[in-house]
């Protein structure tokens, strides 16, 4: 079996997730084949007036732009930084990089606890990832993922990180609701003119109602996460659970 290294197909995380592409010798990372466009358009300036609202989106950015310039001292804290805020992809990206131990040194345990972060929303373009490490890491390595995990879920799980981005981001943008409610046109850059074409309330958005306004970037970024829900007892076993499901992989 190979170690992991999936890919998700997402346009969006196409970028970060070369995080997890295959490590090359020279200190400026190049990209693979069909990874040129994301790699160019990662290196334009993330745009600022997120900041503030999505900063999981925003350091996400900065960490790809990171990354692709050569500075992965840079890129490993704005993706920690993301993942702090509730960035499940940031949270994968770690966990694929110290899994496999591209770009930094290898940690299966601290890159199994990442996944079982990532995969909290049970995404399924992320559980495949921590299902397939989980089957390769050693009894030794689970214990410690074990003890990591439940140490980084005071930080990093949904139930802090996802309701903080939420409070940041309704506080951030409930003068912007108001105007736009009221008839009023706010300009925002790196968006143009927002509309109300959509609610700004991200619970109020599906997974098919997505668009490329700022309230769109929040209902994609909280999709699948439900205020309240727990995983169950502080230990990876809710997770190992999707790995008694998964289908046997080919050695």
């Known amino acids: 079996m190979k ?3 999936r890919m998700v197909s997402s346009a969006v995380l196409a970028v970060g997730l070369a995080l997890a592409a295959a490590a090359v010798a020279a200190d400026r990372p190049q990209p693979l084949p069909g990874q040129r466009e994301a790699m160019e358009s990662a290196l334009l300036l993330c745009p600022t007036s997120i900041e503030r609202s999505l ?39 770690l966990g694929i990089s110290y899994f496999n131990g591209q770009r930094v040194s290898q940690d299966r345990a601290l890159g199994l606890a990442w996944l079982a972060l990532a995969s909290e929303r049970h995404d399924q373009r992320y ?26 879920k005071l930080d990093y ?3 802090v990180a996802a309701q903080r ?16 409610n009221f008839g009023g046109t706010l300009y925002l850059a790196g968006f143009g003119e927002l509309n109300m074409g959509y609610s700004p309330d ?50």
């Open 55 to 93: 900063p999981g989106i925003y350091y996400f950015c900065e960490a790809s732009r990171d990354y692709w310039l050569g500075r992965q001292d840079m890129a490993l804290i704005n993706l920690r930084d993301s993942a702090r805020w509730g960035n499940k992809a940031a949270q994968y990206a």
């Open 202 to 251: 991200p619970d109020m958005l599906s997974e098919g109602n997505r668009n490329p306004t700022l309230f769109g970037m929040a209902a994609n970024y909280f999709y699948g996460w439900k205020d309240h829900v727990t995983v169950g007892d502080l230990q990876l076993v809710p997770l190992a659970d999707a790995v008694k499901r998964a289908p046997p992989q080919p050695n």
């Open 165 to 180: 981005a939420k409070v940041r981001f309704q506080r951030e943008t409930r003068d912007m609701s108001y105007a736009l």
């Open 127 to 152: 559980e495949p990832s921590f299902v397939s490490a989980y089957r390769l890491a050693s009894e030794d390595d689970r214990a410690r993922a074990d003890v990591l995990w439940k140490q980084m």
């Open 3 to 5: 170690p992991v290294n």
């Open 157 to 159: 799980a949904d139930d």
